[in-house]
Structures are given as C-alpha cells and as structure tokens.
C-alpha cells in the first residue's frame, strides 16, 4: 500500500511556556500552550468552545472540547454509544454549537498492520465516514456509509458552512495516477429533521491539471467561497499544497499561494473575512529525497518526509497579497524556538473576535513525537 497521505499526520510538538514576541511584520504576539495534545481544532463563535481530538492510552483519537484557557476538557467520542471506539478527530461545529462533524473510523477495519493503522488516523481518513455527535443529547449519528472495499476510501477534513446548510469534505475515491492522487472534494445540502441530518445533493469537485491531493478548510461567511489545498498544477507533487479559493456559484479557481515545491495547507478566513491564515514551509529550505528523473514520476520516501517538514502560520489578505510569516519555532534567535526539533504548525482556528488564533503545533525531536494546542494572541 502506497503511504502518500502519511506526511499530512506528523506528530509532534513544543514547550509548554507563554512567550511574547516580536515578528518581522513588527506585530507582537503572545503564545500559550493551553493542552498538551491536540490534534486538528475548531473554534465556535457563539459558544468560544475549542474542539479537538487527542490521543487515549487504547492508542485511538477521540473527539473533545474545552474551553479556550484548556480547562473543562470533556471527552465527548469515547464510550458514546453507536460511535466506532476507534480514530475519532477532524471535528467541525456546526453553526449552532449543539452538533459536531468528525471522522469516525470503522471498527471493522483490520488496523493491526502499523501502515493501516497510521493511514486510519484522524488527518488521513483510512476506512473512515462522516459522524455527527449531538453534544447536548449525547448521541452519535453515522452520516456515510462506505464499503471497505478496495481501494479504501478516505475521508478528511468536513467542514460546515456558516449557515449550517452545506457540507463539504476531501474523499479519497480511487487509487492514484500521480503521487498523491485519488481524491476529490465533495459538497453536500443538509437537510435538518428533528435534529437529524442528512445530506442531499451530493457533488463531485475535481479542479487542477491532473489527478491530485485535496484537502477542505474553510467556507466564506456568505458561503459563497471556499478555501482548499491542493497540488493541482501538472506534476506537482502533494509535499506541494497550494491555498486555492474555489467560487461555488461559477466553479471559478483562484491560486492563492503560487510556490510549487512549498507546503500551503490549513487555511481559514478571519471571522471579518479580510485575512487568511495558512500553514507554510516557505523560506524553512525543507527538501525530500526523490526518484526518478521526470518530476511527473517523483516518487518520495515519507519517512524523509516526516523527518524533514518543518511549517510556520502565515497570514495573509483575503486576496491572496501581503503575505507575512507570523510565527518562528523553527528560527533560532526567537522566543518560541524549539531547539533541536523540527515543528509543524498545522491546523488552526480564529477566535470570535479576531483578536487570538489556536493551533496544533507538532514538534519532532530525534524520534520523540508529541503535540500541542497554543493560542495565539495578536496584541
């Protein structure tokens, strides 16, 4: 089995200190780390609830929130009944607070093979569906329902839109033609029945030049936009994520980052709609060993990957211009450095007010992996 998804769910990590610091866009910043674990994040606006997921002792990721200090963390996916006890995470809320999107792994896939059981992780999605958790209820609802047949289908990153009437998700579909490839990028109507949903009208989107990598991050405020990575240009591989807006009403594309060999993902708008934050490897030199001699047939080797990927969040107008770096834990000379260690700033999310960010950072140091949720407060 190909392992092209294994480098979009590195572990990893940072120290657990508050640090104030000064940014080359002479925006001060103060990071805490408010958990210890985390692993993709969502923010809700009404309830200034955070959901995530984290890691248990059985080694599965179950669903939590908290609030945005890291106390009162409730697990919510563990022991619920009719939720698969397995990989649980990529959790969204929905509008009004009461339900929670996420992956549900199923139980019925053999994970004993350590490959199957890395791929099946929140992130990558092996053998997963749709679930939606009603926090209030305390009841779990299975939205899809996938064979495992091979190839086996992957699901990622749901995300509601803000009225709560659209859903949309990356699926893996089929065995790749190009590195990375197999997936496409689904947008569903939910209907609403006494709290139980549905989706209807199920479409596929497929924008790009050849058979890619997408991932879903985020819906526009009037639902109208929506933000997505992916390697679509021609050979270009998936450690080369580009931000991209995709206009629902005419399927328009707009290239929002425009580096081939850098890694852009994780992008989301601010809750004025006049800024995007993404996660970046630009200017971090990150290069993977590959083989081959035509781009279109570069094949990598994920463990130099994982081993080499370094990321910061960027930020950046809504258009795509005045692009800034806005943290620094791989840059020595700054606060928030994490020596010896390569860290990974992947998913985030805005608060209500705009004013402060929480995101996962994943630090590697030699062979230990950890995570961590830090808030970042734009003074």
């Given at each position: 089995?190909?392992?092209?998804?294994?480098?979009?769910v590195v572990l990893a990590g940072l120290s657990g200190?508050?640090?104030?610091?000064?940014?080359?866009?002479?925006?001060?910043?103060?990071?805490?780390?408010?958990?210890?674990?985390?692993?993709?994040?969502d923010w809700h606006s009404g309830l200034n609830l955070i959901a995530s997921a984290k890691?248990?002792?059985?080694?599965?990721?179950?669903?939590?929130?908290?609030?945005?200090?890291?106390?009162?963390?409730?697990?919510?996916?563990?022991?619920?009944?009719?939720?698969?006890?397995?990989?649980?995470?990529?959790?969204?809320?929905?509008?009004?607070?009461r339900l929670l999107v996420f992956t549900a792994q199923d139980e019925r896939l053999p994970d004993d093979d350590p490959?199957?059981?890395?791929?099946?992780?929140?992130?990558?999605?092996?053998?997963?569906?749709?679930?939606?958790?009603?926090?209030?209820?305390?009841?779990?609802?299975q939205l899809t329902d996938y064979p495992l047949a091979?190839?086996?289908?992957?699901?990622?990153?749901?995300?509601?839109?803000?009225?709560?009437k659209r859903l949309a998700w990356a699926e893996r579909v089929r065995r790749g033609s190009s590195f990375g490839g197999g997936w496409v990028m689904k947008l569903a109507d939910v209907r609403n029945d006494a709290d139980r949903l549905s989706l209807q009208n199920i479409k596929t989107v497929e924008p790009g030049d050849q058979d890619c990598f997408y991932e879903v991050h985020d819906f526009s405020s009037d639902g109208s936009k929506l933000l997505f990575s992916g390697n679509l240009r021609k050979g270009q591989v998936h450690t080369g994520l580009d931000i991209y807006e995709?206009?629902?009403?005419?399927?328009?594309v707009i290239r929002l980052t425009s580096t081939d060999n850098d890694w852009d993902e994780h992008a989301h708008y601010s809750p004025d709609g006049r800024q995007i934050t993404w996660m970046s490897s630009k200017g971090l030199g990150v290069e993977y060993e590959r083989k081959g001699e035509e781009r279109t047939a570069w094949e990598l080797d994920m463990s130099d990957v994982e081993s080499k990927l370094k990321t910061e969040l960027w930020i950046m107008n809504a258009e795509g211009t005045n692009q800034r770096q806005l943290?620094?834990?791989?840059?020595?000379?700054?606060?928030?450095?994490?020596?010896?260690?390569?860290?990974?700033?992947?998913?985030?999310?805005?608060?209500?007010d705009?004013?402060?960010?929480?995101?996962?950072?994943?630090?590697m140091k030699g062979k230990r992996r950890s995570s961590r949720l830090v808030r970042i407060d734009l003074l």
């Open positions: 089995m190909k392992t092209y998804w294994m480098a979009i200190a508050t640090m104030a610091f000064a940014t080359d866009t002479t925006a001060e910043l103060k990071i805490t780390t408010i958990a210890e674990f985390g692993k993709d994040v890691q248990g002792r059985d080694g599965y990721y179950d669903v939590f929130t908290m609030k945005p200090d890291g106390s009162n963390v409730q697990v919510l996916t563990q022991g619920l009944k009719g939720c698969p006890q397995k990989n649980n995470g990529n959790v969204a809320f929905h509008p009004s607070g490959v199957v059981r890395r791929a099946a992780i929140p992130g990558s999605g092996l053998g997963s569906n749709l679930g939606i958790l009603d926090v209030n209820r305390k009841t779990f609802q091979k190839p086996l289908r992957a699901v990622i990153h749901p995300q509601f839109s803000k009225d709560g995709l206009n629902l009403p005419d399927a328009k943290t620094h834990f791989n840059t020595p000379g700054f606060t928030e450095h994490v020596e010896g260690a390569n860290c990974i700033v992947a998913d985030s999310a805005w608060s209500p705009g004013k402060s960010i929480v995101a996962c950072v994943f630090t």
